[in-house]
């Protein structure tokens, strides 16, 4: 059984892994911004009431985490796993219509914030068993595979993202800490909407066997959700 925090956990992606760990029967604490309105995870929780901690956490407010931190210290000594995936995205962004508060507010909560819930939740992922960090990523936050499209917000806070997870996995080797950015792949959620190539069973099905893979030698990669590695 692995003791696992998934943030942005009450709908989409994270929705799915949470499901998919339950019913594998692991420890969940899932982290959302709005515990009262997350429908699913309160069904989830009436299933397995003695595995799933619904835990209130909006990623970009630093005393929401430091008090998620203390619930999640309170029913556990240690963390396996860390998945870092709440996320947004901006669409229809052109040069003539760029605004900062959009590019800082995808900057904050898809770049910074996993860094910063990262950093309160070391110690406990630190005693974990062969513990991990995942970086919910993109493919848009690849530069070499950026030829079309704008996603100028999007694609930029995910390559920000991914040079976090590069930093941050070379710090945390020596603590034996695997950390890997993960590209979901195009998973139908309200944010990859109905045309998405992947159901999301499939693709979470296929990123859990990938996750329990992988080694300390795995550490740093930016990896899509079937497995093979995706260019910087
Ligand atoms: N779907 C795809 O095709 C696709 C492709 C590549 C990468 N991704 C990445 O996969 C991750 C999950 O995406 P998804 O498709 O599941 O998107 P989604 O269906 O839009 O769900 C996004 C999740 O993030 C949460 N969230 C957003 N801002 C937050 C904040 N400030 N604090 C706490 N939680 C917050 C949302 O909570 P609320 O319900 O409260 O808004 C929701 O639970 C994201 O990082 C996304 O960039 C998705």
């Given amino acids: 059984m692995q003791r696992i925090l998934i943030t942005g956990a009450n709908r989409g992606i994270g929705l799915e892994f949470t499901r998919q760990y339950l019913e594998r029967g692991d420890r969940i604490f899932a ?13 989830l929780a009436d299933a397995y009431p003695d595995r799933l901690s619904i835990i209130q956490m909006e990623v970009t407010d630093d005393a929401s985490i430091v008090a998620a931190a203390d619930a999640v210290r309170r029913e556990t000594k240690a ?52 513990p991990k960090i995942i970086n919910i990523t993109s493919g848009a936050g690849s530069l070499e595979n950026k030829d079309e499209g704008t996603f100028y917000s999007y ?7 991914n040079m976090f997870s590069k930093t941050l996995a070379n710090e945390l080797r020596s603590r ?11 998973v139908q959620t309200d ?42």
């Fill in 79 to 130: 963390l396996d796993l860390l998945i870092n995936n709440a996320g947004i995205i901006s669409h229809g962004e052109r040069i003539d219509n760029l605004s900062r508060e959009t590019l800082m507010r995808l900057f904050d909560v898809n770049a910074v914030s996993p860094m910063i819930v990262t950093q309160h939740f070391i110690n406990l992922v630190a005693k974990g068993r062969s």
């Fill in 191 to 232: 944010m990859g909407g109905r045309g998405a190539h992947l159901k999301p069973e499939r693709a979470i099905r296929s990123m859990i066997q990938l996750i329990d893979g992988l080694k300390k030698n795995d550490t740093g990669r930016y990896l899509q959700w079937d497995g093979r590695d995706l260019p910087w």
């Fill in 31 to 43: 982290a959302c911004r709005n515990p009262d309105a997350a429908a699913e995870l309160h069904a």
């Fill in 155 to 161: 694609g930029a806070s995910k390559s920000a993202l």
């Fill in 176 to 186: 034996r800490i695997v950390v890997v950015a993960l590209h979901p792949g195009w």
